[in-house]
């Protein structure tokens, strides 16, 4: 079974700072996809990561994948409180199926 | 492109009762789709992968008999809920492939409240 581990579950963090969000995988996938999550609402699509050592930035948002050490990080350059949302990491499995992360809940404080 | 409805976006329902949830690719043919279900804060947890005209494929510890999806067209899936209890009440969340893209498009999501 694949599992896919984020960390941390929750962040606080001020406007201006900068910050990682880390997401584990279990088995071998060169597929991995970010979303935002905002209350009530259905998923964004924010990046996908085709190979290893891929790397998309838009805004104030920027991911990378590295297949070898089955991780992707999601990095945030001087958040701005629209960022504040839930974001999830997904991992592809070879029937194009996709096991989601924990999640991580990020507030941005003024 | 690649838009995703469900239907209806929210219901309440009496317990024992059943729901269907519609899910339809509105500008691209869905060769699979994908029905997923969220409990408050957590993440999406996949139940079951569909293909056009066949049987889907229920993911460990999904009773298929109670979530029975039907896939008749590539343009349209459903989940029923059969007879719903309070604890099937969730958020649930369809997504189409076409088949050529990687990508899942995902629809807006239908909260299901059984009372």
């Known amino acids: 079974e694949l599992k896919v581990e984020q960390n941390p579950l929750f962040l606080s963090m001020q406007e201006g700072k900068n910050y990682t969000i880390y997401c584990n995988y279990s088995?071998?996938?060169?597929?991995l996809y970010w979303y935002r999550q905002d209350p009530g609402k259905s998923l964004e699509s924010l990046f996908v990561?085709?190979?290893?050592?891929a790397v998309k930035q838009e805004g104030r948002l920027m991911a990378s994948l590295d297949t070898k050490a089955r991780l992707s990080t999601l990095h945030i350059t001087a958040a701005v409180h629209d960022l504040s949302a839930t974001y999830f990491c997904a991992v592809e499995n070879t029937g194009n199926q996709f096991y989601f992360g924990t999640g991580t809940s990020l507030t941005v404080i003024p | 492109g690649a838009v995703v409805s469900q239907h209806p976006s929210r219901v309440i329902c009496k317990s024992g009762t059943s729901v269907k949830i519609e899910c339809r690719s509105l500008d691209f043919q869905a060769t699979t789709m994908f029905w997923y279900r969220q409990f408050p804060k957590k993440s999406l947890m996949l139940m079951a992968t569909s293909n056009e005209g066949s049987k889907a494929t229920y993911e460990q510890g999904v009773e298929k008999d109670k979530f029975l999806i039907n896939h008749a067209s590539l343009t349209l899936s459903t989940l029923t809920v059969t007879s719903a209890h309070p604890e099937d009440s969730s958020f649930y969340i369809c997504?189409?492939?076409?088949?050529?893209?990687?990508?899942?498009?995902f629809g807006p999501g239908t909260r299901l409240t059984v009372t």
């Open positions: 997504s189409a492939s076409d088949g050529f893209s990687y990508e899942q498009y």
């Open positions: 990561l085709l190979s290893n050592g």
């Open positions: 088995t071998t996938s060169d597929r």
